[in-house]
C-alpha cells in the first residue's frame, strides 16, 4: 500500500469501519495531513518516527486505549484524539513539540493534565471540553490555552525529582526472591 501512496499529501478515511492502521501510512514520505476518525481503530502501529511532513492527524472517536510510547512527529501541528475513555493525555503527545492545536475533548476519565504538557511553546488551542473530572490544573486556570501551558510549565519548573524505588517481589516459596533481594544489597550468599 505505501509503494502507491507515495505522492499522497492528504489521505481522509474517516467513518470507514477501518479497525486497522498499517505502519505505511505513519511514514509516507508526503503525507501531511491524515484523518482517520469515526472509525474502529483499536491500536496505532508503534511506528518510531512518523513522517517529517506530517502536520495534522485526526484520530478522534475510534477505539484506542492508548498512543504509541515512543512515536517522533517533529512537526506535527495540529493533533484531535478527541472522544475516548484515556485516563491520561499519552506521553507521546508531550513529545510532539510544535503542535499549536491539541484537541483532547470528551475524555472524561482523564482526571490531570502532564505537567510535560507545559513545554509545548506553540500551543495556541487546547481543547478540553468534556473533561468533566479535571482537577489539575484547576478549572480557573483552564479558560485560555495560554493559562494552562503557562500554569503546567511552572508546575514541571517547580518539581523535583525523586531517587527512590520501592521493589516487591510476588511469588512462591523457593523460587529466589530473597536471593534476588539479597544480590541487590551487595549481600554475599551461597548459592
Not at 174 to 179: D, F, I, L, Q
Request: aromatic content about 6%; hydrophobic content about 35%; some cysteine.
Amino acid at each position: 500500500m505505501g509503494s502507491y501512496l507515495k505522492q499522497c499529501t492528504k489521505l481522509d478515511l474517516q467513518q470507514n469501519k477501518v479497525n486497522e492502521i498499517p505502519h505505511c501510512l505513519l511514514e509516507l514520505p508526503s503525507i501531511s495531513e491524515l484523518n482517520l476518525s469515526h472509525n474502529e481503530i483499536v491500536e496505532i502501529p508503534d511506528v518510531p518516527e512518523w513522517s517529517e511532513i506530517f502536520l495534522k492527524l485526526d484520530l478522534s472517536f475510534n477505539q484506542l486505549k492508548s498512543l504509541p510510547y515512543s512515536a517522533v512527529a517533529v512537526n506535527l501541528k495540529s493533533m484531535n484524539i478527541s472522544g475516548y475513555q484515556f485516563h491520561t493525555v499519552p506521553q507521546c503527545v508531550c513529545s510532539f513539540v510544535s503542535l499549536t492545536t491539541l484537541n483532547i475533548a470528551n475524555n472524561s476519565k482523564i482526571c490531570m493534565l502532564p505537567t510535560e504538557l507545559g513545554r509545548q511553546r506553540y500551543l495556541t488551542n487546547l481543547n478540553l471540553d468534556g473533561l468533566d473530572n479535571l482537577k489539575e490544573p484547576p478549572k480557573s486556570v483552564c479558560k485560555t490555552t495560554t493559562d494552562c501551558v503557562h500554569y503546567l510549565y511552572n508546575q514541571l519548573q517547580n518539581s523535583h525529582g525523586y531517587f527512590h524505588m520501592k521493589l516487591i517481589l510476588v511469588g512462591k516459596q523457593a523460587v529466589g526472591k530473597s536471593t534476588i533481594v539479597a544480590r541487590l544489597r551487595d549481600h554475599d550468599i551461597n548459592n
